[in-house]
């Protein structure tokens, strides 16, 4: 029954998360917590958003703007792996209250980047990979914070889908192969993580024929509340624990 709930979450935010461009952590990650604790959520979760990232891609493969995804992985993919070490050093509820803090505070962030209307070339790309990839590390998911940042690139839909997703991706892999080569990553870890990816994969692929009828607004307003509710749940079970 936790994996088959596991599963309907992961549904429902790979859906969303293929249509807005981010959300599937921030949906799913309060369920894996609960199920497994944060210590081996924040892995699974790890391999989950490899397997998401990578169906975006394939979704809309013809659309990647490679200039953008090279100038942001090559600062972010190492700085997600110094992230990622320093999340295993972190007690457990250390991590709740992070992740859950981070975000509530997202909310307002996204606010003020949206009132400023700013634009970013590729080094704005590179700076944000190295501060974002380090967040993402040990934070699960910064979306709200790369998904402005490829929009001020000047990308839109299935182009900013595919990009944001390939950015993402290496600092995702990074990731897992630091949480594996210290130990956080075990076969059942992976097979897990897997099991999650799985409908977060599939929920991509639903998400494309909607896409070009997206309503930015609605989807914003949707995004603030699941960031409010999955940071309220893990700041109640980090101080409750």
Do not use: Q
Not at 11 to 26: F, H, Q
Not at 76 to 82: D, M, Q, V
């Amino acid at each position: 029954m936790a994996f088959l709930f596991i599963l309907t979450v992961g549904l429902i935010a790979g859906t969303i998360s293929g249509i807005v461009g981010t959300g599937s952590s921030i949906m799913l990650m309060p369920v894996l917590i609960y199920e497994f604790g944060p210590k081996e959520a924040v892995p699974i979760m790890a391999v989950a958003a490899v397997m998401a990232n990578f169906s975006r891609i394939l979704a809309w493969w013809r659309e990647v703007d490679w200039r953008a995804c090279a100038a942001y992985s090559v600062t972010g993919i190492p700085a997600a792996a110094l992230g990622a070490r320093t999340l295993l050093a972190l007690p457990a509820r250390a991590v709740d209250l992070a992740i859950g803090v981070f975000l509530i505070a997202m909310v307002p962030v996204r606010h003020w980047l949206a009132r400023h209307n700013l634009k970013a070339n590729l080094w704005h790309l590179a700076i944000g990979g190295a501060v974002i990839g380090y967040l993402t590390g040990i934070v699960v998911s910064t979306g709200p914070l790369s998904v402005p940042l490829f929009l001020f690139y000047g990308l839109t839909k299935g182009a900013f889908l595919a990009t944001e997703a390939a950015a993402s991706l290496g600092l995702y892999f990074s990731k897992s192969v630091t949480f594996e080569r210290f130990g956080a990553l075990t076969a059942d870890v992976f097979a897990k993580g897997l099991i999650a990816g799985s409908s977060l994969m599939f929920g991509a692929f639903i998400a494309k024929r909607f896409v070009l009828h997206l309503k930015p607004d609605v989807f914003r307003l949707v995004m603030d509340g699941i960031m409010l509710a999955a940071g309220l749940s893990l700041l109640w079970s980090a101080t409750n624990s």
